[in-house]
């Protein structure tokens, strides 16, 4: 064999062998991510999958799917498929739903108890998650003033999610973040649906 192919036999194995590790490391991953979707689909209660190769969220019980939402755009930062489940620990709004305020000395039986519909929910919101992960939904805008607001999240978002990070690198914690752009409706349904404790899978890229 000429000393010419030897290089480049030698390239070939040089940029494969990173392109084979890759691979592998998602298969992992994914074999990760089925079976904690597996053990949860195995006991009662609803679950959510983030489905980032299939483009969807997809909101689950025993293994069903109950309601599946299209994801418009994605971002990803950080390596977010390692942890399987997750737990949801927090949600968090700009503007949250309205609570029943009692005025002092008012009986509670005696206030009014508005009722909450999904429309009353936020459309752009955090979700945070066991482990560090941070999900960012943010809704598309349908007008102007949606547009401003989204917007206004968008680059408020960009300018601290960088700080975020170094925050994350200067305490030794790995910096995850998965921002996520759904339809003004399906971004309120998944708010309604998901209450703190709601377990969760993902299938990272």
Same mark, same amino acid.
């Given at each position: 064999m000429s000393t010419l192919h030897l290089v480049v036999l030698a390239c070939f194995l040089n940029a494969a062998a990173p392109l084979t590790a890759d691979t592998g490391n998602q298969s992992s991953l994914r074999k990760t991510a089925l079976e904690s979707e597996l053990r949860l689909a195995r006991k009662p209660g609803v679950y959510f999958v983030i489905d980032l190769n299939q483009a969807q969220v997809v909101v689950k019980a025993r293994g069903m799917s109950l309601k599946a939402l299209s994801i418009i755009r994605k971002s990803v930062w950080g390596s977010v498929g390692g942890q399987q489940p997750r737990r949801l620990e927090s949600k968090s709004a700009l503007s949250e739903p309205d609570r029943l305020r009692l005025k002092p000395g008012q009986r509670e039986?005696?206030?009014?108890?508005?009722?909450?519909?999904?429309? $009353?929910?936020?459309?752009?919101? !955090? !979700?945070? !998650?066991? *482990? *560090? !992960?941070?999900?960012?939904?943010?809704?598309?805008?349908? *007008?102007?003033? $949606? @547009?401003?607001?989204?917007?206004?999240?968008?680059?408020?978002?960009?300018?601290? @999610?960088?700080?975020l990070s170094l925050r994350s690198v200067a305490r030794g914690i790995p910096f995850e973040w998965i921002e996520l752009s759904l339809s003004r409706s399906d971004a309120q349904a998944l708010y309604w649906v998901l209450s703190e404790g709601t377990q969760s899978v993902i299938y990272a890229l």
């Open positions: 039986e005696k206030a009014p108890v508005p009722a909450l519909e999904v429309s $009353d929910m936020p459309s752009r919101y !955090l !979700l945070h !998650l066991s *482990g *560090g !992960l941070t999900v960012g939904i943010n809704s598309e805008p349908a *007008g102007i003033v $949606d @547009r401003l607001a989204s917007g206004a999240y968008s680059s408020f978002w960009a300018t601290a @999610r960088p700080i």
